[in-house]
């Protein structure tokens, strides 16, 4: 770790356990559509890749019906879902840690930014991070590389040799 300067860390199943949260707001999706779901386990699927295109690849929705239940997803999800997810344990002293030893900080996730800054926010943890970067309500930046990419040209990071991103499974 010696050579890297700056930490990019995903949120959803780095930072926090985003599963009832992320599982109940699919499901609630899905009820829209008529589609029961009997074990929300088998929703896990939808932590960390884009809604849309976790809706088309799972259900074979339509580009019109992805939209919509990623519409529906996030109505559940900002009133309720965005609060129940935990902070995994340890992870405040790492971040304290990390920035002790001056490594900079940055969150990379695909979740909409609004969305990061109020879970970071309940957590307390909005000032360990020197740049929150992430997707936007429009999906603009709704996979992981295209976020990457916001965070390092937002931080003028040219030297990519100095920078690890911590967490997914999947870029």
């Not at 088998?42 to 990623?70: M, N, V, W």
Request: with cysteine; hydrophobic share 40%.
């Amino acid at each position: 770790m010696k050579n890297y300067q700056y930490l990019l860390l995903d949120l959803d199943g780095t930072i926090i356990d985003p599963w009832i949260g992320i599982t109940r707001s699919a499901e609630y999706a899905l009820n829209y559509f008529n589609i029961e779901v009997t074990d929300l386990k088998d929703l896990c699927r939808f932590i960390g890749p884009p809604l849309a295109d976790s809706f088309k690849e799972f259900y074979h929705f339509t580009d019109k019906q992805a939209q919509e239940a990623t519409l529906k997803y996030r109505e559940r999800f900002a009133e309720i879902g965005i609060m129940e997810n935990e902070l995994y344990n340890g992870i405040r002293v790492f971040l304290s840690k990390a920035r002790q030893k001056g490594f900079t900080l940055m969150l990379a996730t695909s979740k909409p930014v609004v969305f990061a800054k109020q879970i970071l926010d309940k957590y307390e943890l909005s000032n360990e991070f020197t740049f929150i970067g992430g997707n936007d309500l429009n999906d603009s930046r709704k996979h992981k590389a295209d976020v990457i990419k916001y965070v390092l040209e937002s931080n003028n990071i040219l030297d990519l040799s100095k920078v690890i991103m911590i967490g997914d499974r999947k870029i």
